[in-house]
């Protein structure tokens, strides 16, 4: 395995998202350390990668792997990605979730922290937004990452605890560097084939405020984010620059939440999952959209 490129362990490897980074990082020289409990499915043969089955709820196994003793073959890392969890609200009981995906953020929090890794990205998520909109109203749109978390679901509330545990560990290291990411609804090409039908009733997506984040432009934020300098931690919303919808986002918003304050003047099909601070602070653009496929 080379020794001169920049070292990431990825935890979720193998998950909708997860597959897509790897290949990315992998792609733009990054040596992964793929973790998960199954062996991702884009991992080839000659990748400068390792794969290694664990279970992110047990402490011992997660200090094990991020201070590089996995094997013989192990070395350190320069930087954790955090991708694993149980990915929605209603998979499991709410007790399973709030038991696993906690556990295995802290654990992979404070394992990178006694390991010296100072470079820590995370999947943190849109639903703290106050997802999904039927109980109440957005307060603005485009949304943005300036008010209060709103969690709906003890999914969305362990998010909102990620977010708060990172501050206090970047409190308790001043050279920590840590950034959230909060991911619109992932999406893959093979997605897109549902899109058009959408449009028959703007309510059917109307609790993201029809947002969504092909797979690929995730994996970009992600890249972008292992090369945010300074320390401190920092969250943003990702999602794509367009809506999921063919109808305006004007429009949208006029019949869907007409009570709701419109901040500035919307494109045609603007997102309104604002990503001006990813763009500002990261460089993010998206690159993709689902118009370029159906």
């Given at each position: 395995m080379?020794?001169?490129?920049?070292?990431?362990?990825?935890t979720?490897?193998?998950?909708?998202l997860?597959?897509?980074?790897?290949?990315?990082?992998?792609?733009n020289?990054?040596?992964?350390?793929?973790?998960?409990?199954?062996?991702?499915?884009?991992?080839?043969?000659?990748?400068?990668?390792?794969?290694?089955?664990?279970?992110?709820?047990?402490?011992?196994?997660?200090?094990?792997?991020?201070?590089?003793?996995?094997?013989?073959?192990?070395?350190?890392?320069?930087?954790?990605?955090?991708?694993?969890a149980?990915p929605?609200?209603?998979?499991?009981s709410?007790?399973?979730?709030?038991?696993?995906?906690?556990?295995?953020?802290?654990?992979?929090?404070?394992a990178?922290?006694?390991a010296g890794?100072?470079?820590v990205?995370?999947?943190?998520?849109?639903?703290?937004?106050?997802?999904?909109?039927?109980?109440?109203?957005p307060p603005?749109?485009?949304?943005?990452e300036?008010?209060?978390?709103?969690?709906?679901?003890?999914?969305?509330?362990?998010?909102?605890?990620?977010?708060?545990?990172?501050h206090?560990?970047?409190?308790?290291?001043?050279?920590?560097?840590?950034?959230?990411?909060?991911?619109?609804?992932?999406?893959?090409?093979?997605?897109?084939?549902?899109?058009?039908?959408?449009?028959?009733?703007?309510?059917?997506?109307?609790?993201?405020?029809?947002?969504?984040?092909?797979?690929?432009?995730?994996?970009?934020?992600?890249?972008?984010?292992?090369?945010?300098?300074?320390?401190?931690?920092?969250v943003?919303?990702?999602?794509?620059?367009?809506?999921?919808m063919?109808?305006?986002?004007?429009?949208?918003?006029?019949?869907v939440?007409?009570?709701?304050?419109?901040?500035?003047?919307?494109?045609?099909?603007?997102?309104?999952l604002s990503?001006?601070?990813?763009?500002?602070l990261?460089?993010?653009?998206?690159?993709?959209?689902?118009?370029?496929?159906?």
């Amino acid at each position: 395995m080379p020794t001169d490129q920049p070292r990431v362990a990825l935890t979720g490897a193998a998950g909708k998202l997860g597959q897509v980074v790897l290949r990315d990082l992998l792609e733009n020289g990054w040596s992964v350390l793929a973790l998960d409990q199954v062996r991702p499915p884009t991992l080839r043969a000659g990748d400068d990668a390792q794969f290694l089955r664990i279970d992110l709820t047990d402490h011992g196994q997660v200090v094990e792997a991020l201070a590089g003793r996995t094997d013989e073959r192990g070395g350190p890392l320069d930087a954790v990605v955090h991708l694993a969890a149980v990915p929605a609200p209603g998979l499991v009981s709410n007790s399973a979730t709030f038991r696993n995906n906690s556990a295995a953020t802290w654990n992979v929090f404070d394992a990178a922290r006694a390991a010296g890794v100072r470079n820590v990205v995370w999947a943190s998520s849109e639903t703290l937004l106050g997802l999904p909109f039927d109980a109440a109203d957005p307060p603005y749109a485009p949304l943005d990452e300036e008010y209060r978390v709103r969690p709906e679901s003890t999914y969305s509330l362990v998010k909102a605890l990620e977010e708060e545990m990172a501050h206090h560990f970047c409190r308790w290291e001043p050279q920590l560097t840590m950034t959230g990411l909060r991911f619109s609804n992932v999406m893959h090409v093979e997605d897109y084939a549902q899109f058009p039908s959408f449009d028959a009733d703007p309510h059917l997506r109307k609790w993201n405020l029809w947002g969504y984040i092909d797979a690929r432009d995730g994996a970009q934020a992600v890249r972008r984010s292992l090369q945010r300098t300074g320390p401190g931690v920092e969250v943003f919303i990702v999602a794509n620059a367009d809506t999921v919808m063919s109808r305006s986002s004007a429009e949208l918003m006029a019949e869907v939440y007409p009570g709701v304050e419109v901040r500035g003047d919307l494109g045609e099909h603007e997102t309104l999952l604002s990503i001006d601070k990813a763009r500002r602070l990261l460089g993010f653009e998206p690159q993709h959209s689902w118009r370029d496929h159906v």
